[in-house]
């Protein structure tokens, strides 16, 4: 089967082994240096094919030094360009001598005012899905695995880490170098460079970050050696060694990236009241689902990521107990039935199982997978009952255990495996309306929330005339202030808006999910008191999910639309070129 986001061709020829040697200039923006390339030819072939884009090659040898005849076949968007490199069947190993583009699409290079310390340069990538290719020639697709090792060769002072085993010290000539044992696929190479400190967390598990930055961090991630420990309870041993999280700067354009050893993470989770670690909980749990068994294609993508979310609510549930962990239920079926409005109920886009035939997988793979996937896996829990899925589970995950699955073999085991040895399972769960069908099947889980429905009493006393300051709010977690400011009625006056910022400070909430609720009524509403919070938000971060709502809802006005064109003018340097290329579709801007 071939990935259609890749120009590689691992059925023939497939890459076993990586050996990068890089160079990281700041001044240039550019990595430089080497890729060796281990190889196993399965069919005798003549012609590795690699994915690049953006790179220039400058020479390629085999083995013991020969140089070989290589060419890089035509531009295609958002693909790359093919490199061909003629090898002989007997082969055993390729280097590649290159360089990355100044723009090269993984790599953000930021520079020392765009830091938390602002003296120094920083440096993360962010490979997910097919953006491994701009930094490094390799077969970039999910359904290839590779062991690697790295040399990295940074300004004196930085420490580098990669998703690898990693050090905790800064070298004193800065150069590092790294191994990772086990096979990943492409798109969780990671590298990060910067003035980065480290807390251990635990017996396994720790935290990096700016070093003015660290304290906090790790006070706010205390909880994550707890989630580990409950995670290998439900799902088997953590098979990577030691789990790490890097709090990158503020432009990081996701709340999370599951590289291995070491997740990525927004700064946006330091609430400074641990509420938003669910997100650790989230990446953690991907060390099983998606880095462990990963998805086939970019097609697949809610094995990784429905499959994590379900896994994600199970460690919450564990930690803080049911009644957090089915608020988190709640949230997310409202971000279900959210994302199914947005596509249209009968989209294509909104079967489990995506076609993204002549698309970009970082535009099209959307939060439905997540949503969508964590319901059916709850679903068929509740009727299989959770002994036996959860016995299934970790069975799935220790016979497939680096290897990648596609939806078809999944649905095919989840049949045979479990749902054939529950009579009546199959016509309950109807796999086919949920892998292959459009929307939320009516058979789709409740969730109860005890603690929402006092929410939605308080939103009603609202409505009807209760002061703000009078409303019973206390002890609300973060979770039910969200549940309150998405259930505001349409109806809301400015008066009332200033009522409730008056009340309860929203305006100024350091809690970036509450900030972010509030920011939407408030352009709703067109309540003017906000702008100032919106524009700082929107200059402070770059994470996608609170960027691309809020200047959609922005665009829906014509003052808004212009409103946002001049945020933006001022914020796009500051993004990373994923949050960039969606920001640029909602307000049409051409750079
Ligand atoms: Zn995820």
Known sequence: MR????????????????????????????LSGSATLQIENRSGGRELVLDTNGLSVSRVTLDSGAAATFALGEEQRYLGRPLAIAVEPQTRSVTIHYASSPDAAAVQWLAPEQTAGGRQPFLFTQSQAILARTWVPCQDSPGVRMT?????????????????????ETSTDGVYHFRMPQPIPSYLLALAVGDLGFRSLGRNSGVYAEKPVVEKAAWELADTQRMIDAAEELYGPYRWGQYDILVLPPSFPFGGMENPRLTFATPTILAGDRSLVSLVAHELAHSWSGNLVTNATWNDFWLNEGFTVYFERRIMEAVFGRPYSEMLARLGMQDLEHSVEELGPESRDTHLLLDLTGRDPDEAANKLAYEKGYFLLRLIEETVGRAAFDAFLRDYFDRHAFQSMTTEELVAEMRGRLLSKHAGAEDRVRLDAWVHGPGIPSN???????????????????????????????????????????????????????????????????NSEILHEWLMQSIQHEYEPAYDALE????????????????????????????????YAKARPTYHSVSRGTIDNILKWTP
Do not use: C
């Open 3 to 30: 990935d259609i986001h890749s120009f590689a061709r691992p059925d023939e020829i497939v890459v076993k082994h990586l050996a990068l040697d890089l160079q990281v200039d700041f001044d240039a923006h550019r």
């Open 148 to 168: 690697y090792e790295a040399t990295i060769r940074v300004p004196r002072g930085l420490l580098a880490v990669m998703s690898a085993e990693n050090p905790t």
């Open 536 to 567: 700082q938000f929107l200059l402070a971060q770059g994470r996608r999910k609170f960027l691309k709502p809020l200047y959609e809802k922005l665009a829906e006005s014509e003052a808004g639309r212009s409103r946002a064109s001049g945020i």
């Open 444 to 510: 789709v889980p409740r969730v109860k929330s005890d603690a929402f429905e006092k929410v939605e009493e308080q939103v009603k006393a609202f409505e009807r005339g209760t002061a703000a300051s009078r409303l019973q709010t206390t002890g609300w977690s973060t979770h039910e202030w969200i549940h309150f400011l998405r259930g505001l009625p349409k109806s809301l006056t400015v008066g009332q808006m200033r009522q409730l910022d008056d009340a309860f400070h929203f305006s100024a909430s350091g």
